[in-house]
């Protein structure tokens, strides 16, 4: 559930004095929840809505701060929150320990309430800016969708029209024969021959745009509303195959899809379309030189009972080693100067992580594409799927 309330603050730290400091300092500007250890900050980091941001302390008894973080981070219902370190550990190595396990930043004490009240500010609105570029990823894919499928629905709907006035002419060519007398056997023969084959046009291209109107209201939904539900992922997979192939087409691409089993999934498939969609953005604006023609593949399998993989590959340029280690870091790029954000993977990393709860890899050697392999759970745990 998203809060739409003041920002909620949860501080953690077994000195009562520390926590009632704390929360005096930010009770103005946020909702404070208080906890005394490391048992409570969990129950309460997995309440509904769950907290905005997390002050933790290290040195406490029975469970430290790092424990703490490394159960949030382990679970899908919390590894979304990010976590400060307010502690009085000063060294280096105390600091870089947390920062490692997954902390957003690290304050020690004694601190100024100034400093604390500005770094919690920045850390809330970067939660917020991450909220809404994700936001504005999944309108811009869904605005990708529709042009892709207006243009492609374009040519059967053309041809349907064209078939439908020939046999109008046709028929009404056959009318005109028939008043005046002059229909012969021959003429009749000819025009069920013609209408036969334009009525054939019709149902084929009708059946085209039928289909195609299947898989972009199938995934448009999925655009709109990151509603979990059951799915076979074969299938879905084929489907965001015929909604991606109209972009890609135009651009002089292919895009391959080979999955032939049933796998059941339970999930979130509208995070699914937009990992696919960041993929295919990615490999076409990054993998192929102006006109180059590619190829683009979807495979799917079952690897386990739980668990399923999904490759997208290229046939592109590839990376080199420092592309390659920062390819999932945000904004980074090295086409800034041509308009891209350096998001695209890096919004790819967050969806398959926090969203679907699998991981993501990536191989890619110069001069021989690039492949992505995604290991994804059929059934997502629950309360996954918060951004």
Known sequence: MRNTGPDRVLVVDDEKT?????????????????????EQALRQAAGDPPPDLILLDVLMPDMDGYEVLRRLKADVDTSHIPVMFVTGLTD????QKGLDLG?????????????????????????????ELLQAEKMAALAHLVAGVAHEINTPVGTTLTA?????????????????????RSDLRAYLESVRDA???????????????????????????DERRGFDLCAYLHEAGDSLRPRLERAGHAIRVACDETIPCDSYPAALFRILSHLVDNATAH???????????????RVDDGTAEIVFSDTGCGMDAGDRERAFEPFY???RGEGHSGLGLHIVFNLVTRILGGSVGLHSTPGEGTTVRLRLPTTVDAGAGRG
Do not use: M
Not at 23 to 36: I, S, Y
Not at 121 to 130: F, S, W
Not at 288 to 298: D, H, P, Q, R, V
């Open 18 to 38: 520390n926590r009632r400091v704390l929360g005096d300092l930010l009770k103005e500007d946020h909702t404070v929840l208080l906890a005394r250890d490391g």
């Open 164 to 184: 439908a006035s020939h046999i109008l002419d046709q028929t009404g060519a056959l009318e005109r024969q028939l008043a005046d007398g002059s229909l012969r």
């Open 92 to 95: 280096e190595a105390d600091e």
């Open 287 to 301: 993998a192929y030189a102006e006109g180059e023609a590619g190829t683009l593949a979807i495979a799917g399998r």
């Open 199 to 225: 009525a054939e046009l019709v149902q084929s291209n009708t059946n085209r745009t039928a289909s195609l109107i299947g898989s972009f209201r199938e995934v448009a939904v999925d655009q709109t509303q």
């Open 333 to 335: 790029t090295n086409r």
């Open 103 to 131: 902390a957003v930043d690290y304050v020690s004490k004694p601190f100024r309430p100034a400093v604390i009240r500005a770094r919690v500010r920045n850390q809330l609105e970067l939660k917020h800016h991450r909220a």
